[in-house]
């Protein structure tokens, strides 16, 4: 399964570990990514999803999964949430 956000898309980061003696060595900056059940309340359904934390945070911030989908531009999300997001469309228009 991949390292990625499946709303957000975001995913693993490159980066040095630097020691006292200023030698580089890579590294992984992995996301913080948890599964989570998300309710939307147009649908009357539970998603689960596996999201990283700051995502989460956002969704919370915006007043829940359908606020923070309708308010998040298309090129911001993955193909996944946008399919999300248009059934969701759909129902708010209806």
Do not use: W
């Not at 709303?7 to 990514?33: D, E, K, Q, Y």
């Not at 599964?35 to 911030?61: N, P, Q, W």
């Amino acid at each position: 399964m991949a390292k990625k956000c499946e709303i957000s898309g975001t995913g693993v980061m490159s980066g040095n570990n630097v020691s006292h003696a200023n030698n580089r060595t890579r590294r992984r900056f992995l996301p913080n990514l948890q599964v989570v059940s998300l309710l939307s309340e147009a649908m009357g359904k539970v998603y689960k999803l596996r999201i990283c934390t700051k995502t989460l945070r956002s969704i919370e911030h915006k007043g829940g999964l359908d606020a923070y989908l309708m308010a998040t531009p298309d090129s911001k999300l993955t193909e996944e949430a946008l399919k999300i997001k248009k059934v969701i469309a759909t129902k708010v228009v209806a």
